[in-house]
């Protein structure tokens, strides 16, 4: 499962955004930094001990909302992604205009992974050929996003 929560930290100490191609960091002068307050989104990993033989522990790779959903757009058929709010942890404690984006954003991202490009005949989004070409590849637009919000503008 991922986490889902609110930023809680300024300052030095606080999380960057794992995403390369972090969509956050135009907005941001260019730091990837998690801002105080923004909704964010966080992967566990399992990391092994440094030693090989040492017991691995669990470490939270934190995304903004946006870019971890940027990032399946990328990802292999197989990798797991988020399919559903309850693949969330902490969703039901989330404010419900960030609760709706989260559910347009596993939409949108489901009619992404599907498409295959014009001409195939699957069930995904472009499957009759209206699509447009490389729809799948571009990162996640937000039309939704309305000039801010109640986060300070993260989404």
Known sequence: ?????????????????????????????????????????????????????????????????????NTFLRSRKNTRVIQSPEDIEGFVHLDAEDQDMLRRFIANNEEARGWRGRGSRGSGAGASGGGGGGGAKRPLDTPEKTGGGARGGAV
């Open 1 to 69: 499962k991922w986490l889902a929560n609110y930023a809680n930290r300024a300052g030095g100490g606080r999380a960057m955004c794992k995403e390369q191609d972090c969509l956050e960091r135009f907005e941001q002068g260019g730091e990837k930094f998690i801002e105080k307050g923004a909704l964010r989104i966080g992967r566990r990993v399992l990391m092994q001990g440094r030693h090989g033989s040492d017991e691995g522990f669990v470490q939270i790779m934190w995304y903004h909302a946006r870019c971890i959903f």
